[in-house]
């Protein structure tokens, strides 16, 4: 059985003690260094979950990079398996991904995630087992902390602290607009930190989030809301 499938099998069989042990097993495959220099595409993944039902609805939305316009979209629906666990949200969301990465008819340079890379409690958050499952390079970045302490960068957008947990950096606080709230930058997997930090803040335009994060959020809403109205 390869890793992809022992994934998987973990998560049709809700093993969450299998999980824990299968997030350390994959520190092994983890590279944080840029194998890849020349990205000419970024996806984002998101999954809106319909409570009433139980479904969930993700979607992959692929943009050019650095123009972020987008190439190709792709959605699926289906039941999660796997239980809410703080720290293996990868194992409920997971599968989708792969589902949804997996019909995209052109496959993407770099996968962006909303949530963490290393900068998770056992170093390896949602971005960082994706982008080994899928062997992409991959960057977390999310919108609150989950582990490590930091001093608040500068309110100017690009201002950066360290994320340190445990003696080391994980991650950086980005400040991604003039005085709003910073957000959390980690390396996922084939990437080095300043240059994920770099492409984040590129994508980050009028708003407090990258783009391609925005776009994937919103029409993983709007799937869910259309596919109500038409059952209702």
Known sequence: ?????????????????????????????????NRFKNFKSICSFDISYDKSSRKNFAVAILLSYIKLEEVERSVIVEKADFPYVPGLLAFREGPAIVKVFKKLRNKPDLLLFDGHGIAHPRGMGIASMIGILLDRPSIGCAKSRLVGDFTEPAQMKGSISDLLYKGRKVGHVLRSRDKVKPIFVSAGHLI?????????????????LPKPVRMAHRLANQVRMDSNRMES
């Open 1 to 33: 059985m390869n890793v992809l499938d022992n994934f998987l099998k973990i998560c049709r069989n809700k093993d969450i003690k299998g999980a824990i042990e299968f997030q350390k097993s994959l520190l092994s495959y983890l590279c944080l260094e």
């Open 192 to 208: 080095e930190l300043d240059m994920a930090t770099d492409i984040v803040l590129r994508c980050c335009h009028r708003y407090r």
